[in-house]
């Protein structure tokens, strides 16, 4: 079983999106799937209770630690291969320890609306953790300078980012509307590509031993 902890403090980043389209992309693989809902918005639960496939992936929400730990501990009993723990937009006890919890955690930022202070809380929570994380750019534009000031700010904040970002695009609101993935959604469009993109760059991660990249960081 593999955990995935999708955290920035910054609100709106896309946090929920991340998790809602990487969880489909692990299930369209062949991943037996659970998202946990650990946001008191419940975002991600919402839109599971709405949608007609509720076989894989699955969501369900956990409020504190203690209900956290259950959850992980019950599936790694009932075979589950594959859980994106979404997090709410705040520094919070319950997303550090769902970034502990967590194999590789993912920090979106919004290629936009940038905000450094929230990026660097969540980014030094997690090296404070000494666990295995990268930025995701999310929402980039066709403005390359935004794109390139952005990668040079996040690049000063002791994280990796990944080279796969999710651009601004209308299937990923269209998505969430209609309580789909961007995957079921426009199987052939370019956010079905990019989503399936980072799923398989985040495998890729998740099959590397950690100690590889703390021997190549010196
Ligand atoms: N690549 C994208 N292109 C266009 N819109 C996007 C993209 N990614 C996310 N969005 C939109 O941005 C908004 C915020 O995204 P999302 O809810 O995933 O953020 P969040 O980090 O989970 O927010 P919160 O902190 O409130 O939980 C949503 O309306 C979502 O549809
Ligand atoms: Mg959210």
Redesign the pocket.
Same mark, same amino acid.
């Given at each position: 079983m593999k955990i995935i902890t999708i955290a920035t403090q910054k609100g709106g980043a896309g946090? @929920?999106t991340l998790a809602t389209n990487l969880a489909t992309a692990s299930a369209k693989a062949g991943h037996l799937t659970l998202i946990i809902d650990a /946001?008191s !918005?419940k @975002?991600?639960l919402d839109w599971f209770n709405k949608r007609d496939n509720q076989e894989n992936p699955l969501v369900i929400a956990a409020e504190n630690q203690e209900k956290l730990q259950n959850l992980l501990n019950l599936a790694e009993q009932k075979g589950i291969e594959r859980i994106f723990i /979404?997090t !709410?937009?705040a520094a919070a006890e319950l997303v550090n320890f769902a970034m502990l919890k967590a194999d590789f955690s993912l920090l979106p930022c919004s290629a936009g609306g940038f905000d450094v202070g929230a990026q660097r809380t969540t980014a030094a929570a997690l090296l404070q953790l000494k666990k295995q994380g990268a930025f995701v750019i999310t929402k980039a534009t066709t403005r390359g300078q935004e794109l390139a000031e952005t990668r040079a700010i996040l690049h000063g904040l002791g994280l990796p980012i990944s080279e796969h970002k999710t651009t601004f695009l209308k299937a990923y609101k269209d998505a969430a509307v209609f309580n789909s993935s961007v995957i079921e959604l426009e199987p052939n469009g370019k956010a079905a590509a990019e989503i399936t993109k980072l799923f398989e760059w985040l495998e890729i991660k998740l099959k590397k031993n950690p100690l590889l990249d703390q021997l190549q960081q010196g």
């Open positions: 946090k @929920t /946001d !918005q @975002t991600a /979404d !709410q937009g």
